[in-house]
Nanobody, 129 residues
């Protein structure tokens, strides 16, 4: 139900915009969205999150470089990535949760709480060199 796109290869310092499209039958109650990334053999790492009020939170490693946003009309989540570094080279996943599951969780913590997310995309690879 979640399909990422926009990954690819880019030079150091370059930019990419990832998109995550939710299918039409996607549950509208899913109002909390996040981007995560994972390298082979390593744990999944939170990148950014946006809550149902449009408030955002980011990992320190991407603050000032990445921007998460959403287009509610088209059920699409975005991650604008600027000033890319070699260490950004990993698989990126979008994820969605519900307002009820995230009730009581601070927006500032949504980016790191992968356990809150119930729907995941298949991932899109980003390579920076």
């Amino acid at each position: 139900q979640l399909v990422e796109s926009g990954g690819g290869s880019v030079q150091i310092g370059g930019s990419l915009t990832l998109a995550c499209a939710a299918s039409r039958d996607f549950n509208d109650a899913r109002a909390e969205w996040g981007w995560f990334r994972q390298a082979p053999g390593e744990e999944r790492e939170g990148v950014a999150a946006i809550d149902n009020e449009g408030k955002t939170s980011y990992a320190d490693s991407v603050k000032g470089r990445f921007t998460i946003s959403q287009d509610n009309a088209n059920n699409t989540l975005y991650l604008q990535m600027n000033s890319l570094k070699p260490e950004d080279t990993v698989m990126y996943y979008c994820a969605a949760s519900t307002a009820s599951i995230c009730s009581g969780v601070k927006t500032a913590d949504l980016w790191i709480r992968s356990d809150l997310y119930t729907s995941w995309g298949q991932g899109t690879q980003v390579t920076v060199s």
